[in-house]
């Protein structure tokens, strides 16, 4: 519907009356129909796109109201959020990056044994990026297990992110021992986890503004979901300008925070990786740009299957909103062979903050399905092992039509897991220079062999 002067008139009185009731004062989040010319025309207003929702076909963007102006004269079809339940704020029960520090610690000083605490590197601002290892014998690096890594909070508005990572810890470490399932998984896996990613970004949620996303760089923000490299300002996916919600930095890793994940990833090389982020209840996928598939088509099948379990939709970013560059799981995917997704927790409904006693919880059980399918999967179809005559990589051919699945990069500690779908493929083991070793063929099933 089109909203009439008169009633804009009134919400916006309504606004400013109830303005003490949330930091950004001058927002507000409009809700439009989900068609292509409004996806359109948010993108080429380089506009605050928040959230998406296919099932009820809505979408929605936090504006000025210099830019509702322009939206009006665009003849843009929208109708306002009422902001007071979903612009309030976050409840107090959500972490502070001081909360999550002492969060972790407590749960490392309850179990010392299968837990090990690791600060990957320092925000702009000097803050400790923290994470944990959840592993038995967590002290020792074991190459014959593989690394999953789970990350909350890219963005610092969404804070439901570290509250499913927090689940994440409590279910394994609470459960080993006690739960067949979670102390198998501690103890055949090395499960890392990053609750709170910009804790700069946090801070300033909960002192100035709740609706800040990026990290604080400069007072405007750099958003870290844009700096990395690998598909960094490719295709129109982010934004040059400083002021915007999605702007990708001077250059592809500029960031402290991105270089220390950088950092941290290229130490543990995860077989996958979860990014956890809200609000849109979908699974996404790379790559982030038009019309790029992800080589191996076991990527797009986990992401699917998750989708299912959670009830989300799943795609890449382009398929499901327009292109994204310089995120996380292209660079994961492209540098280091991770299988990783973003996971967007929550509906329009709950948007960014939602009460913590009517949905911390609700939100937390409905995603376990999706990581505990990660950690199921990582022992599902595909081939394992630790490389013996230092070969550095495995050429992976599918034995039917010949195609090249996969170059697959044999880790520094020896080790290789590859995750593939079932059906038959050649093998073939490289040094590093170019051989002559022999190919080897294999029937993957749905077990994970160990060669
Ligand atoms: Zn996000």
């Given at each position: 519907?089109?909203?009439?002067?008169?009633?804009?008139?009134?919400?916006?009185?309504?606004?400013?009356?109830?303005?003490?009731?949330?930091?950004?004062?001058?927002?507000?989040?409009?809700?439009?129909d989900?068609?292509?010319?409004?996806?359109?025309?948010?993108?080429?207003?380089?506009?605050?796109v928040?959230?998406?929702?296919?099932?009820?076909?809505?979408?929605?963007?936090?504006?000025?109201?210099?830019?509702?102006?322009?939206?009006?004269?665009?003849?843009?079809?929208?109708?306002?959020?009422?902001?007071?339940?979903?612009?309030?704020?976050?409840?107090e029960?959500?972490?502070?990056?001081?909360?999550?520090?002492?969060?972790?610690?407590?749960?490392?000083?309850?179990?010392?044994?299968?837990?090990?605490?690791?600060?990957?590197?320092?925000?702009?601002?000097?803050?400790?990026?923290?994470?944990?290892?959840?592993?038995?014998?967590?002290?020792?690096?074991?190459?014959?297990e593989?690394?999953?890594?789970?990350?909350g909070?890219?963005?610092?508005?969404?804070?439901?992110?570290?509250?499913?990572?927090?689940?994440?810890?409590?279910?394994?470490?609470?459960?080993?021992?006690?739960?067949?399932?979670?102390?198998?998984?501690?103890?055949?896996?090395?499960?890392?986890?990053?609750?709170?990613?910009?804790?700069?970004?946090?801070?300033?949620?909960?002192?100035?503004?709740?609706?800040?996303?990026k990290?604080?760089?400069?007072?405007?923000?750099?958003?870290?979901n844009?700096?990395?490299?690998?598909?960094?300002?490719?295709?129109?996916?982010?934004?040059?300008?400083?002021?915007?919600?999605?702007?990708?930095?001077?250059?592809?890793?500029s960031?402290?925070?991105?270089?220390?994940?950088?950092?941290?990833?290229?130490?543990?090389?995860?077989v996958?990786?979860?990014?956890?982020?809200?609000?849109?209840?979908?699974?996404?996928?790379?790559?982030?740009?038009?019309?790029?598939?992800?080589?191996?088509?076991v990527?797009?099948?986990?992401?699917?299957?998750?989708?299912?379990m959670?009830?989300?939709?799943a795609?890449?970013?382009?398929?499901?909103?327009?292109?994204?560059?310089?995120?996380?799981?292209?660079?994961?995917?492209?540098?280091?062979?991770?299988?990783?997704?973003?996971?967007e927790?929550?509906?329009?409904?709950?948007?960014?903050?939602?009460?913590?006693s009517?949905?911390?919880?609700?939100?937390?059980?409905?995603?376990?399905?999706?990581?505990?399918?990660?950690?199921?999967?990582?022992?599902?179809?595909?081939?394992?092992?630790?490389?013996?005559?230092?070969?550095?990589?495995?050429?992976?051919?599918a034995?039917?039509?010949?195609a090249?699945?996969?170059?697959?990069?044999?880790?520094?500690?020896?080790?290789?897991?590859?995750i593939?779908?079932?059906?038959?493929?050649?093998?073939?083991?490289?040094?590093?220079?170019?051989?002559?070793?022999?190919?080897?063929?294999?029937?993957?099933?749905?077990?994970?062999?160990?060669?």
């Amino acid at each position: 519907m089109k909203l009439q002067g008169l009633l804009k008139t009134a919400l916006l009185s309504t606004l400013v009356l109830s303005g003490s009731l949330f930091a950004s004062e001058d927002k507000f989040l409009v809700r439009f129909d989900l068609t292509d010319s409004v996806k359109a025309l948010l993108k080429k207003s380089d506009l605050d796109v928040t959230g998406i929702n296919y099932n009820e076909n809505i979408i929605e963007a936090l504006v000025s109201e210099d830019e509702l102006g322009k939206l009006q004269s665009n003849k843009a079809n929208f109708h306002y959020m009422l902001p007071k339940t979903l612009l309030r704020g976050p409840d107090e029960e959500y972490k502070t990056p001081q909360e999550i520090e002492e969060y972790l610690k407590d749960v490392h000083s309850r179990f010392p044994e299968i837990t090990k605490l690791k600060v990957i590197g320092q925000s702009l601002e000097g803050r400790d990026i923290w994470a944990m290892k959840i592993s038995d014998n967590a002290e020792i690096e074991e190459a014959s297990e593989p690394a999953i890594l789970f990350n909350g909070m890219h963005h610092a508005r969404e804070v439901m992110g570290p509250e499913v990572i927090i689940d994440i810890i409590d279910t394994l470490t609470q459960g080993y021992n006690t739960n067949d399932q979670s102390t198998n998984w501690v103890n055949n896996n090395e499960i890392w986890v990053i609750p709170m990613f910009n804790v700069d970004g946090n801070q300033k949620v909960w002192d100035a503004d709740s609706m800040w996303r990026k990290n604080t760089r400069g007072g405007y923000g750099v958003d870290i979901n844009r700096n990395y490299p690998g598909s960094w300002n490719t295709c129109n996916g982010s934004s040059s300008r400083q002021g915007a919600q999605d702007y990708r930095g001077p250059s592809a890793a500029s960031e402290p925070e991105t270089q220390a994940m950088m950092q941290f990833v290229s130490e543990i090389t995860p077989v996958f990786d979860i990014s956890y982020h809200s609000y849109s209840e979908l699974v996404l996928y790379p790559y982030g740009c038009r019309p790029l598939k992800a080589e191996q088509d076991v990527i797009s099948v986990i992401g699917k299957e998750m989708g299912t379990m959670l009830k989300y939709k799943a795609g890449t970013p382009w398929e499901l909103l327009y292109n994204a560059d310089g995120g996380d799981i292209d660079w994961m995917y492209m540098e280091h062979q991770v299988i990783p997704y973003v996971i967007e927790v929550n509906s329009t409904s709950q948007g960014f903050q939602p009460s913590y006693s009517k949905w911390r919880q609700v939100t937390v059980e409905r995603n376990r399905p999706a990581w505990m399918h990660i950690l199921n999967r990582v022992e599902g179809s595909g081939f394992k092992g630790v490389a013996k005559n230092g070969e550095k990589s495995i050429v992976i051919t599918a034995a039917k039509t010949k195609a090249i699945i996969q170059n697959y990069k044999i880790k520094k500690d020896g080790s290789y897991v590859v995750i593939l779908t079932p059906g038959e493929y050649e093998i073939k083991f490289q040094g590093e220079t170019p051989t002559t070793m022999s190919s080897k063929k294999i029937t993957v099933s749905s077990k994970m062999i160990q060669l």
